[in-house]
């Protein structure tokens, strides 16, 4: 019963790119989060997300992220015009339904130069 | 000149002693608790979790301990490995229409010594 799936690993950006974070969740869960973390902190909420809505984004800045979670395929984060700021660990998690218990992936490591 | 930048609170251990990681939290009506243990590299591992109408629940090797009146959480670990060498951290959902969404804790750097 394979986990969460992140990809990709670690991604590298120069400032003004765009970063794509990918987010398979496990068998059978439709709710998925996403987190990020900067170094020596906890995980910050981002957001949350069912199959085709987002339910909460108050964790997400207004300008240059976005999420989606489509009918098939992957949850993405999308990250316009990265700046050096953006630079941190995101984690995504997944449950089966909305109460608690979230397991997190491997988590993708974003470096922007 | 003065250091500027977070460090995260750490505890050493022999191996075989036992561990207790503290945690304080700030939402009085949080309704349920996870620790977290986090490797180098890696996304958070589940260890256990707690509800809010309970004050203790064990599992294999640890133990969780809540006191509501004080805001605290301890996760206790029996007979520490070195594989349990990590970052430990606690969560607490929030309560409310918002208990989907995590708060974690700075984390706690447990180092056991062989």
């Known amino acids: 019963n394979a986990g969460v799936m992140q990809n990709p690993r670690h991604l590298v950006r120069r400032r003004g790119q765009e970063a794509r974070l990918r987010c398979s969740p496990m068998?059978?869960?439709?709710?998925v989060y996403w987190y990020r973390q900067l170094p020596e902190e906890g995980l910050k909420f981002m957001v949350y997300?069912?199959?085709?809505?987002?339910?909460?984004e108050s964790g997400m800045p207004k300008e240059r992220f976005s999420a989606e979670f489509p009918k098939e395929g992957p949850s993405i984060l999308r990250i316009q015009q990265v700046v050096r700021g953006d630079s941190a660990a995101y984690f995504c998690?997944?449950?089966?339904?909305?109460?608690?218990?979230?397991?997190f992936g491997p988590g993708t490591r974003l470096t922007v130069l | 000149g003065e250091s500027v930048g977070l460090h995260l609170p750490t505890l050493s251990v022999q191996e075989g002693d036992n561990s207790i990681i503290n945690c304080a939290y700030s939402?009085?009506?949080?309704?349920?608790f996870i620790w977290y243990k986090q490797e180098s590299g890696k996304g958070p591992q589940f260890i256990i979790d707690?509800?809010?109408?309970?004050d203790k629940r064990q599992g294999q090797r640890v133990t969780v301990l809540l006191n509501k009146t004080v805001k605290h959480l301890s996760l206790q670990i029996a007979a520490t490995q070195p594989g349990d060498s990590a970052v430990y951290f606690c969560?607490?959902?929030?309560?409310?229409?918002?208990?989907?969404?995590?708060?974690f804790g700075k984390g706690t750097l447990l180092t056991v010594n062989p």
């Open positions: 998690a997944s449950s089966r339904d909305r109460l608690y218990e979230q397991f």
């Open positions: 068998k059978g869960h439709s709710h």
């Open positions: 997300l069912q199959k085709e809505n987002i339910i909460d």
């Open positions: 939402n009085s009506a949080s309704d349920y």
């Open positions: 707690i509800r809010s109408n309970m």
């Open positions: 969560a607490e959902n929030g309560g409310g229409g918002s208990n989907y969404k995590l708060t």
